[in-house]
């Protein structure tokens, strides 16, 4: 399909759709749709806030000056990168053995994790409820902020440091040590059942349980 280019504020309704790129000129875009997932294939670049209220099937990059909310479901039929200032997911993210790289300026809020992804990459801050669990790496470069149990889980892990709001994290990753760097703390119960390095302080309300090597 053709490339779509918003001279203003865009809403698109109806039962489905399937979109192969947008530039936003700045604008804000939503979509609401009944019927299936809204295939998001290509490039959408240039838009201001982007509010899906429908499933959507990613497969490219999405690039907003503003924030993204996503209400429904997300899943990936490809691999996604998504850039901004904020995004927000109400609802588990489903890789399909895809990688999802977030760029966001400010926090990512996923409300119910992910599963099924290939690697995993944020730049900025996450909320996390739930659990997220790759194929592949999984690499946390600002704060990990949890809000729910969390259990992540994938081949290899980088982790710059955890606030707990008094939740559980277990870590399992197969291919090599975690790193854990920074602070870690108001954590409830800490499991690793992997290998893990410690370079600074974790503090737990509850137990901790290291059921592999530790590094210092």
């Given at each position: 399909?053709?490339?779509?280019?918003?001279?203003?504020?865009?809403?698109?309704?109806?039962?489905?759709?399937?979109?192969?790129?947008?530039?936003?000129?700045?604008?804000?875009?939503?979509?609401?749709?009944?019927?299936?997932?809204?295939?998001?294939?290509?490039?959408?670049?240039?838009?201001?806030?982007?509010?899906?209220?429908?499933?959507?099937?990613?497969?490219?990059?999405?690039?907003?000056?503003?924030?993204?909310?996503?209400?429904?479901?997300?899943?990936?039929?490809?691999?996604?990168?998504?850039?901004?200032?904020?995004?927000?997911?109400?609802?588990?993210?489903?890789?399909g053995g895809n990688d999802l790289s977030l760029n966001m300026s400010g926090l990512t809020t996923l409300n119910q994790g992910a599963s099924g992804l290939g690697n995993f990459s944020s730049?900025?801050?996450?909320?996390?409820?739930?659990?997220?669990?790759?194929?592949?790496?999984?690499?946390?470069?600002?704060?990990?902020?949890?809000?729910?149990?969390?259990?992540?889980?994938?081949?290899?892990?980088?982790?710059?440091?955890?606030?707990?709001?008094?939740?559980?994290?277990?870590?399992?990753?197969?291919?090599?040590?975690?790193?854990?760097?920074?602070?870690?703390?108001?954590?409830?119960?800490?499991i690793a059942e992997t290998d893990v390095n410690l370079d600074g302080n974790l503090s737990t309300s509850g137990s901790q349980t290291y059921k592999a090597g530790t590094t210092l």
């Open positions: 399909g053709s490339n779509v280019s918003l001279t203003g504020d865009t809403a698109l309704s109806g039962t489905s759709a399937s979109l192969s790129g947008v530039t936003g000129n700045n604008n804000n875009l939503s979509l609401n749709f009944s019927s299936g997932a809204v295939s998001l294939a290509g490039s959408y670049s240039n838009i201001a806030d982007f509010i899906a209220e429908t499933d959507v099937d990613l497969d490219g990059t999405i690039t907003t000056s503003g924030s993204q909310s996503y209400q429904a479901g997300v899943s990936l039929s490809g691999d996604t990168s998504l850039s901004g200032t904020t995004a927000s997911f109400s609802e588990a993210i489903a890789g730049t900025g801050d996450i909320s996390l409820a739930g659990d997220l669990t790759t194929t592949g790496s999984q690499t946390f470069g600002g704060n990990l902020s949890l809000a729910g149990d969390t259990a992540l889980s994938g081949t290899n892990a980088s982790l710059n440091g955890v606030t707990g709001n008094n939740h559980n994290l277990s870590l399992n990753f197969s291919g090599g040590a975690v790193t854990l760097g920074g602070a870690y703390s108001g954590i409830a119960d800490f």
